[in-house]
C-alpha cells in the first residue's frame, strides 16, 4: 500500500482568526496536517484591497508563491511587482516581502523548502507602508 497523506486545504484551520486578521485574511497552513518532512505549504485569501500588516523574511526558507485568483502587488525589499492569476514568485529566505489583494482580491498557495517549522521567520509590523 502506498504512503501518502490526503488533505483539503480548506479544511486546514484558518491561522488567520487566531490573530485576528479574519475576515480580511484567511491563511491555511498545511505542513503539519500533511506530515511534510521536507516542505511547507498554505492557502492564503486576501480580501480586496487588503495588504498584509506586517512584512516577513526567513532565515532559510525559500518560498514560492502561485497567484491562483484575483491579482494585487507584492513588495520585494524595495521594489514593488504588479500580480496576476497563474505568476509564480519566487523568493530567496533573505528577501523581505509583504502582500497586497488587488480590487478584485486575491488567492495563493505559498509554498517553503526546507520545512524549519517556528522561528525562521523574522515579522516585522507595519513594514509596507506608504
Not at 490526503?6 to 491561522?15: G, H
Not at 506586517?54 to 500580480?83: C, M, P, S, W
Not at 526546507?114 to 521567520?121: E, F, I, N
Amino acid at each position: 500500500m502506498a504512503a501518502y497523506t490526503l488533505v483539503n486545504l480548506e479544511e486546514v484551520d484558518d491561522s488567520a482568526r487566531a490573530y485576528g486578521l479574519s475576515p480580511q485574511l484567511e491563511a491555511r497552513f498545511a505542513r503539519e496536517p500533511l506530515g511534510l518532512e521536507q516542505a511547507g505549504v498554505s492557502l492564503q485569501r486576501l480580501a480586496p484591497g487588503y495588504r498584509i500588516p506586517f512584512g516577513h523574511r526567513h532565515r532559510t526558507q525559500e518560498e514560492l508563491y502561485v497567484i491562483l485568483a484575483g491579482g494585487g502587488r507584492i513588495k520585494l525589499d524595495d521594489e514593488v511587482v504588479e500580480l496576476r492569476r497563474w505568476d509564480a514568485v519566487r523568493i530567496p529566505p533573505q528577501t523581505m516581502r509583504c502582500i497586497e489583494a488587488g480590487p478584485e482580491g486575491l488567492e495563493l498557495l505559498a509554498f517553503g523548502t526546507p520545512s524549519t517549522g517556528p522561528g525562521d521567520a523574522e515579522i516585522v509590523q507595519g513594514w509596507w507602508a506608504e
